[in-house]
């Protein structure tokens, strides 16, 4: 079975320019999230989808930033205008359910905004 | 909030050695995680260990819930072992993880 697969792996932008982002979940998990390491700082968490339902986005930073869950399927992540302090690792995570259940996490874009 | 504070927050060791990371947390949770950050970035899933104890290959944890800490066991390191150390919890009746403040371990051939 698949696991979370995040794309790309790795991406350089020069500051203003637009990224997006992309997370595969496990198929049939209807829970995904984002989570983020900026500056060699704690993992933070963005934002929680149950299906293309946003529960809580909480942890979104500020307008710049615009997820989505298309058919509840992918989800995408999109920076705009990017920010040099948006520099980091943005990982991906799903699980079956939202409580009492492990979430799989993928192994994140590293993002470098220059 | 809950507070999840990790210990060592750094620790350099030489391939071979054995090692313990500590995870303490301040309040019920019912999940936790460990996991490896490597020096790429990319986010390895460890052990999914909201109590008991595991085991896989050269590592073990141990979560004892109801004193709210867990446990990480690396046993003869290697290099590829270096990187940072994160375990994250769910606070009972919440769905978030919330990560520690991690342990980044160098490991010297």
């Known amino acids: 079975e698949a696991g979370v697969t995040q794309f790309p792996s790795h991406s350089v932008i020069e500051k203003g320019q637009t990224v997006t982002l992309r997370c595969d979940p496990i198929?049939?998990?209807?829970?995904l999230y984002w989570y983020r390491r900026v500056m060699g700082k704690e993992i933070k968490f963005l934002l929680h989808?149950?299906?293309?339902?946003?529960?809580?986005e909480s942890g979104m930073p500020n307008n710049r930033f615009l997820a989505e869950r298309t058919g509840g399927t992918y989800s995408t992540l999109k920076v705009q205008p990017a920010e040099l302090e948006d520099s980091g690792v943005y990982f991906c995570?799903?699980?079956?359910?939202?409580?009492?259940?492990?979430?799989?996490f993928g192994q994140g874009t590293r993002l470098t905004v220059v | 909030g809950i507070q999840v504070e990790q210990s060592p927050p750094d620790l350099i060791l030489q391939e071979g050695a054995n090692s313990t990371l500590r995870c303490n947390f301040s309040?019920?949770?019912?999940?936790l995680q460990w996991f490896h950050q490597n020096p790429w970035g990319q986010l390895i899933n460890l052990f999914y260990?909201?109590?008991g104890t595991k085991q896989n290959g050269r590592l073990s944890a141990t979560t004892v819930a109801t004193e709210r800490y867990s446990l990480l066991y690396i046993s003869s390191s290697q290099t590829t072992d270096s990187g940072v150390y994160f375990c994250?919890?769910?606070?009972?009746?919440?769905?978030?993880?919330?990560f520690g403040t991690g342990t980044r371990l160098k490991v010297l051939a």
């Open positions: 995570a799903s699980s079956p359910g939202y409580m009492n259940t492990e979430a799989f």
């Open positions: 198929s049939g998990h209807d829970n």
């Open positions: 989808f149950v299906k293309e339902s946003k529960q809580d």
């Open positions: 309040d019920s949770v019912n999940n």
């Open positions: 260990i909201p109590s």
């Open positions: 994250a919890v769910v606070v009972s009746g919440t769905y978030k993880y919330i």
